[in-house]
């Protein structure tokens, strides 16, 4: 038969463990529940290994432990557009190929006897051949020259550091206030918003903090409307 008094320090035990969801966990990583009970360890020793087990526990602020924010001469770095290198990639690409394609337009002039027929005929061919080599690459900066690499942030002004590729793929800052920041009353595809006449595309899933980008967007300002203009009927 179970001794009584066996049974009655494994109630206490059990009784006070309920109490608190750490000492717990200090009964897991220390001895084992019966153990504790059978060795007749009192509340005040539960104190002692649960005291013992939350200093060593590294202590750090949450803000600390949770931020990956990493700081520059621009700013906080809030956004990384995950096609940037993408966007590189396809315009080098692009300009190899039609810097390959005039390279090779005065061989295949010689080489078909073009030279020696009529100017129109010259006229045509290098007109078609200039129009595709020129077409993608031109086509290609006015999608993506808009596309955010990376967006700073600088908590003290208010302001925002763009950085975008140029025509000749070096990277460009584009510096702007949130309060130049203007939405388009119609959704475009290859603008998310526009930093004063500079249309700019950015994905929000791709904010590490989704408050950076309602600052950014003006979303986190009161909303106020006029009830005067709300009432006011439509003039047809």
């Known amino acids: 038969m179970f001794p009584v008094n066996i049974v009655r320090r494994l109630g206490q035990c ?38 013992a087990f939350l200093d060593l526990t590294p202590q750090c602020p949450s803000t600390r432990c ?5 700081h ?10 995950s096609l940037g290198s993408a966007v590189r990639g396809v315009k080098l690409f692009s300009y190899s190929t039609s810097g390959t394609s005039l390279f090779l337009v005065p061989h295949t002039l010689l080489k078909t006897g073009l030279v020696v027929q009529s100017f129109a005929m010259k006229a045509t061919f290098c007109g078609v051949i200039g129009f595709f080599t020129f077409l993608t690459p031109v086509l ?8 955010v690499v990376r967006l700073y942030h600088n908590p003290d002004r208010d302001t925002y550091t763009a950085v975008t590729y140029s025509v000749f793929l070096t990277e460009k800052k584009s510096v702007f206030h949130q309060r130049q920041v203007r939405i388009p009353a119609v959704s475009q595809m290859f603008t998310s918003f526009y930093a004063g006449k500079m249309g ?5 899933d791709m904010f590490p903090v989704p408050q950076d980008y309602n600052h950014l967007m003006g979303y986190d300002k009161p909303f106020s409307f006029d009830t005067d203009q709300v009432n006011q009927p439509d003039e047809s």
């Open 14 to 51: 059990a009784g006070s463990l309920s109490r608190s969801n750490t000492v717990l966990r200090v009964a897991r990583h220390a001895a084992p529940l019966t153990v504790c009970c059978l060795r007749g360890e009192g509340r005040s020793q539960l104190h002692a290994h649960r005291s």
């Open 66 to 70: 949770l931020s990956t924010v990493s």
């Open 72 to 81: 520059s001469e621009d700013g906080n770095l809030i956004y990384t557009g």
């Open 140 to 147: 290609l900066h006015l999608i993506t020259k808009g596309y």
């Open 200 to 204: 700019l595309l950015v994905n929000p």
